[in-house]
């Protein structure tokens, strides 16, 4: 839902950057795999040791990429099937390392068994949110937006785990996020099922 109000904008300002980035001679390939490298490693180094802030400024800023790829791969006419795949499948990696290192803390100096639960559930909902998509595309049907597509879990759960760690907040305001994550996820898998269905019928 994010993605499409905010695109025209961050295109906007993440263009010179992208320009940048070409004539330093960085391809959208390698772009997308340095931002996916810098996630995971922010996430699993930050994370697991209660560092809810510096993990999160660190995530961001190669969360940018995310978006800076596909802008020099339109600017470089290299657009591609590839570079598409490429992005998505390492999509997931990031995703994984971000609620798996939150898991992490919480598995341990963290002690709260029911936030693994919860950021166990968020992280595999939001995988089925995302093979919804592409399983029903590979059939020739559409099944895109929704309530909680990528965009908007990694804002919400980046937005809300790091204002816990600049402003000590209590992780009860993390546990309220991820538990209207959750059902935020349920209820986007619930309307790209029902999309497809729809689809399928009128077949």
């Known amino acids: ?30 772009v997308t795999v340095i931002g996916t490298l810098g ?19 660190f995530i961001t800023a190669f969360v940018f990429f995310d978006n800076i790829d596909g802008i020099m791969a339109r600017l470089s006419g290299r ?4 570079g598409a795949f490429l992005d998505s499948t390492l999509d997931r990696f990031g995703d994984a390392a971000i609620f798996g290192g939150l898991a992490l803390w919480f598995a ?20 089925v949110v995302s093979y919804a998509r592409a399983r029903a595309e ?14 908007d879990r990694l804002v919400a759960i980046l937005v809300i785990t790091g204002l816990v760690g600049l402003l000590d907040l209590t992780v009860v305001v993390l546990e309220v996020l991820l538990w209207l994550l ?7 898998v619930w309307q790209r ?10 077949e």
């Open 1 to 30: 839902m994010l993605d499409k109000y905010t695109r025209v904008y961050s295109t906007r300002i993440l263009t010179p950057a992208a320009r940048g980035l070409l004539k330093l001679g960085l391809g959208p390939d390698a």
């Open 39 to 57: 996630v995971c490693a922010g996430a699993l180094i930050f994370y697991p040791q209660g560092e809810f802030l510096w993990g999160t400024l």
């Open 79 to 82: 657009t591609s099937k590839w």
């Open 108 to 127: 341990g100096d963290g002690d709260d068994l029911r936030m693994v639960a919860l950021l166990i559930a968020c992280l595999t909902l939001g995988a």
């Open 138 to 151: 590979s059939l020739g049907y559409t099944a895109g937006g929704g309530i909680a597509e990528r965009a």
């Open 182 to 188: 959750a059902a935020a996820s349920a209820w986007t």
């Open 193 to 202: 099922v029902s999309e497809v269905r729809r689809q399928a019928a009128r």
